[in-house]
T-cell receptor, first 117, second 111 residues
Framework: NAGVTQTPKFQVLKTGQSMTLQCAQDMNHNSMYWYRQDPGMGLRLIYYSASEGTTDKGEVPNGYNVSRLNKREFSLRLESAAPSQTSVYFC????????????????FGDGTRLSIL | GQQLNQSPQSMFIQEGEDVSMNCTSSSIFNTWLWYKQEPGEGPVLLIALYKAGELTSNGRLTAQFGITRKDSFLNISASIPSDVGIYFCAGAIQGAQKLVFGQGTRLTINP
């Protein structure tokens, strides 16, 4: 009964280091998303994957890359971390087959808290 | 791009009081969603609205999809301490893959 699982939960990086955030869902959802959450900014979409094999940019994609490894897993990579990328990162999934309006993110992980010094 | 204005940004109330918050947009949405986020956790879906004028309840929570399709409202009746958290609205256009989120309303309850 895990839902959306994100690893790690916390991470501290130095400027210029690289890192991959992992996300996996066990609900057989088609779509997966990466958001970042900053104080007073709500949730902003970084990248999304409508279905296995596809990825698209969201509102704030610069400095990030993603990989939809399979239907279950969607990873977010920071190639050269910058202090402006300090944030809480959330992965979400949606798209239960056969449900109307199924493509709205409805299931979030508990987040990865990333600090870049 | 599309933006949602959520108000108020924060609320400090006494236990037992009713709560009202709203979300407005300059764009028309076909779906409105309300989420709650507690410290250290991800947002959890509370209510989903899919039709203009729709009024939907989930326990003490009631949300409405505005007739103009540019706004939505969330009410919490008889607040209790576990209602504390940040409430987010989110909107989507039909067929769109992406949600737009409001900035959140932080609810604090004095027992």
């Amino acid at each position: 009964n895990a839902g959306v699982t994100q690893t790690p939960k916390f991470q501290v990086l130095k400027t210029g280091q690289s890192m991959t955030l992992q996300c996996a869902q066990d609900m057989n959802h088609n779509s997966m998303y990466w958001y970042r959450q900053d104080p007073g900014m709500g949730l902003r979409l970084i990248y999304y994957s409508a279905s296995e094999g596809t990825t698209d940019k969201g509102e704030v994609p610069n400095g990030y890359n993603v990989s939809r490894l399979n239907k279950r897993e969607f990873s977010l990579r920071l190639e050269s971390a910058a202090p402006s990328q300090t944030s809480v990162y959330f992965c979400a999934s949606s798209g239960e087959t056969g449900k109307y309006y199924s493509n709205q993110p409805q299931h979030f992980g508990d987040g990865t808290r990333l600090s870049i010094l | 791009g599309q933006q949602l204005n959520q108000s108020p940004q924060s609320m400090f109330i006494q236990e037992g009081e009713d709560v009202s918050m709203n979300c407005t947009s300059s764009s028309i949405f076909n779906t409105w969603l309300w989420y709650k986020q507690e410290p250290g956790e991800g947002p959890v879906l509370l209510i989903a609205l899919y039709k203009a004028g729709e009024l939907t309840s989930n326990g003490r929570l009631t949300a409405q999809f505005g007739i103009t399709r540019k706004d939505s409202f969330l009410n919490i009746s008889a607040s209790i301490p576990s209602d504390v958290g940040i409430y987010f609205c989110a909107g989507a256009i039909q067929g769109a893959q992406k949600l737009v989120f409001g900035q959140g309303t932080r609810l604090t309850i004095n027992p």
